[in-house]
């Protein structure tokens, strides 16, 4: 399956973005999708996830609250809706795809990974 995300871009502080990831080449509901970002000299890291039907999302604690995972199934694409954005959410991020049916919150666990997109937030 291939991934690719849009949406990203430069916003002010205390801003919204949605961050989408459409998939090709495979059936989306088939996987549990992950989004993680690489802030500059940073490891990645998981941000959120939601498993195969949308009843299980994952929120790293950074983002509870603020960020919300949502994905539509028939049109093979999943959001990351990024709310009251911070200076420090300023990253790449990747969306990522996972045939298991475990939630996973490693990277390790997805197979599939799209380019990434850029998203920074101004203070």
């Known amino acids: 399956v291939q991934l690719v995300e849009s949406g990203g871009g430069l916003v002010q502080a205390g801003g919204s973005l949605r961050l989408s990831c459409a998939a090709s080449g495979g059936t989306l509901s088939h996987y549990a999708m992950g989004w993680f970002r690489q802030g500059p000299g940073k490891e990645r890291e998981i941000v959120s996830a939601?498993?195969?039907?949308?009843?299980?999302?994952y929120y790293a604690d950074a983002v509870k609250g603020r960020f919300t995972i949502a994905r539509d199934n028939a049109k093979n694409t999943v959001y990351l809706q990024m709310n009251s954005v911070k200076p420090e959410d300023t990253a790449v991020y990747y969306c990522a795809a996972d045939p298991s049916l475990y939630l996973g919150t490693r990277s390790a666990s997805y197979n599939y990974w799209g380019q990434g997109t850029q998203v920074t937030v101004s203070s």
């Open positions: 939601i498993n195969q039907s949308g009843g299980t999302r």
